[in-house]
């Protein structure tokens, strides 16, 4: 059975977690600005003598972002080692991902709703991106984009919409189509490392990793990583 570390510290919320024998362990702070103090001390508590290895860890996940610009390197930094130390793949996933994927397994959302998920980007700007559910598993169906709340567009036709992230702070600044369409929303989810497994496991059977040498934030406003919403719209 596979086993997976998983590590999230994109929002301000701190989490690590461990997938064993088909069975979970988490540590899950919510710390802002304290991610670099608290991560390794967590990491000690899941596996106590640091050996990845003897604890039979097949790879390491992590939030890939978008996220907090320091969280994120913190995080990756943090994989990257761990990956060059004990000889293991990394799996990025998406933080807004892992936001839809924490919403279903709260129970706030359910398996045939489709997901909002959206972060506050600072700067009065938010990332964001629509998912749905297949086999329990959030499927990225539009985005990911960066952009002013007010100027948000997403064509949603079918199904029950949730929104949920710190984005939702300017629920009403959103576009009045938007807010029409939402069945209700969630600001205080925050993404869980335990909820990036689901989607890191489906990765790692499909050989879907990465080497450590690959390990690296995905920021949001890279213009190559990223599109703007005038690039979506204009298909570039």
């Known amino acids: 059975m596979t086993t997976i570390l998983a590590i999230d510290t994109a929002t301000e919320a701190c989490s690590l977690a461990l997938y064993q024998d088909g069975h979970y362990s988490e540590c899950f702070e919510i710390i802002p600005r304290r991610h670099n103090q608290r991560l390794f001390g967590m990491l000690g508590e899941l596996l106590p003598d640091g050996n990845l ?39 990025p996933i998406s933080t807004l991902a892992c936001l839809a994927q924490t919403a279903l397994r709260q129970g706030i959302v359910g398996r045939n709703d ?31 984009i960066v952009c002013p709340p007010e100027k948000l567009r997403f064509n949603h036709r079918a199904g029950e919409l949730w929104g949920v992230g710190s984005g939702f702070r300017y629920e009403q600044a959103l576009p009045e189509a938007i807010r029409n369409t939402l069945n ?53």
């Open 53 to 91: 290895r003897a604890y039979g860890v097949d790879a390491v996940a992590y939030g890939s972002g978008p996220g907090s610009f320091t969280g994120l390197r913190i995080a990756a930094s943090a994989v990257q080692g761990l990956a060059f130390a004990h000889g293991l793949p990394a799996i």
């Open 114 to 144: 489709s997901v909002l998920s959206m972060l506050d980007a600072r700067i009065n700007e938010v990332y964001s991106a629509l998912f749905e559910f297949d086999n329990e598993l959030a499927v990225q169906r539009q985005g990911p």
């Open 184 to 236: 209700g929303t969630a600001q205080a989810v925050l993404p869980h490392a335990r909820d990036l497994i689901p989607l890191a496991l489906e990765k790692y059977r499909i050989g879907d990793v990465q080497r450590a040498e690959q390990v690296a934030p995905v920021y949001v406003r890279d213009e190559i990583s990223w599109k703007k919403l005038a690039q979506q719209e204009g298909g570039g």
